[in-house]
């Protein structure tokens, strides 16, 4: 069997790339597991600066793998298999969320369910013309996972997360684009090199910095203003003791370019 994450580095970019084309790269237990195996390495080697999150062939991943979950419903197993899926499927998120460093997904095509939910955690998010956003869930009378009822209502407002969720409603990639669902629309031919670039230009960034923002980000939504600005101020200290933060300075002063040391 193939693996079902490849991993490829170039410089400080790690691209980690769902590998089961032939479903569409849906996803099993073990696939979650190589995800998060790859997302805990990628999160602690210190000379990886962004991740880039794809998929091979056609699709970025088609949520949850149905033959799958059809073979265990036949065994009177699902309840078991639905455990331990999304289990492994909350901590692969986990692990992107609070990744240090910027995580890009590039989508060459469709992002359904536990896919869509993975999208979402990203920090960048790229999409070829052909790709599609669906929710996938209520197709199956599934309650959806991954954080989909967290990121949705985060990105939309509750009407339109409703609307998606109730309709099981497919978001053609300029759409998702205007719902500020991905940040870029590039043409097919293209996804994968400028995918590359963005994880590249976010490589040579303040990686200390963005893992702040990342944290900052999520805490947003749950903290009250008096903790975020605490929060804020923390992390505004400690870039200034990592050194990036002196860098940056000496650069603007110096009216050239900052080179940023590893986090």
Same mark, same amino acid.
């Given at each position: 069997?193939?693996?079902?994450?490849?991993?490829?580095?170039? &410089?400080?970019?790690?691209?980690?790339?769902?590998?089961?084309? $032939?479903?569409? *790269?849906?996803?099993?237990?073990?696939?979650?597991?190589?995800?998060?195996?790859?997302?805990?390495?990628? =999160? /602690?080697?210190?000379?990886?600066?962004?991740?880039?999150?794809?998929?091979?062939?056609?699709?970025?991943?088609?949520? &949850?793998?149905?033959?799958?979950?059809?073979?265990?419903? $036949?065994?009177?197993? /699902? @309840?078991?298999? #639905?455990? !331990?899926?999304?289990?492994?499927?909350?901590?692969?998120?986990?692990?992107?969320?609070?990744?240090?460093?910027?995580?890009?997904?590039?989508?060459?095509?469709?992002?359904? &369910?536990?896919?869509?939910?993975?999208?979402?955690?990203?920090?960048?998010?790229?999409?070829?013309?052909?790709?599609? /956003?669906?929710? =996938? #869930? @209520?197709?199956?009378?599934?309650?959806?996972?991954?954080?989909?009822?967290?990121?949705?209502?985060?990105?939309?407002?509750?009407?339109?997360?409703?609307?998606?969720?109730?309709? *099981?409603?497919?978001?053609?990639?300029?759409?998702?684009? $205007?719902?500020?669902?991905?940040?870029?629309?590039?043409?097919?031919?293209? /996804?994968?090199?400028?995918?590359?670039?963005?994880? !590249?230009?976010?490589? %040579?960034?303040?990686?200390?910095?963005?893992?702040?923002?990342?944290?900052?980000?999520?805490?947003?939504?749950?903290?009250?203003?008096?903790? %975020?600005?605490?929060? $804020?101020?923390?992390?505004?200290? =400690?870039?200034? !003791?990592?050194?990036?933060?002196?860098?940056?300075?000496?650069? #603007?002063? &110096?009216?050239?370019?900052?080179? #940023?040391? @590893?986090?």
């Amino acid at each position: 069997m193939a693996d079902p994450i490849v991993t490829t580095r170039r &410089g400080s970019v790690l691209e980690l790339r769902l590998n089961r084309p $032939e479903r569409l *790269n849906a996803l099993d237990v073990p696939t979650f597991r190589a995800l998060r195996t790859a997302l805990e390495d990628a =999160a /602690l080697d210190r000379s990886v600066r962004a991740v880039l999150l794809t998929g091979e062939g056609r699709a970025f991943c088609a949520g &949850g793998d149905v033959q799958t979950m059809d073979e265990h419903r $036949e065994r009177g197993e /699902l @309840p078991r298999l #639905f455990h !331990e899926l999304t289990g492994e499927q909350e901590r692969s998120v986990r692990e992107i969320l609070q990744m240090p460093k910027p995580v890009v997904a590039a989508l060459p095509g469709v992002a359904a &369910g536990g896919g869509l939910s993975l999208a979402l955690a990203a920090d960048w998010r790229i999409a070829a013309p052909s790709a599609v /956003l669906v929710p =996938a #869930f @209520p197709a199956l009378g599934a309650v959806p996972d991954g954080g989909l009822t967290y990121f949705l209502p985060h990105f939309l407002g509750l009407g339109l997360a409703q609307e998606l969720l109730f309709t *099981n409603a497919r978001v053609p990639a300029e759409r998702a684009r $205007e719902l500020g669902l991905v940040h870029e629309v590039v043409a097919s031919e293209r /996804l994968g090199a400028r995918a590359w670039e963005r994880a !590249e230009e976010l490589a %040579q960034g303040p990686t200390f910095a963005y893992g702040w923002m990342k944290h900052l980000l999520v805490s947003a939504f749950s903290e009250s203003l008096e903790t %975020q600005l605490q929060l $804020e101020r923390r992390g505004a200290v =400690a870039a200034a !003791e990592r050194g990036e933060l002196p860098e940056g300075i000496s650069a #603007f002063r &110096g009216k050239r370019p900052p080179k #940023f040391p @590893p986090p």
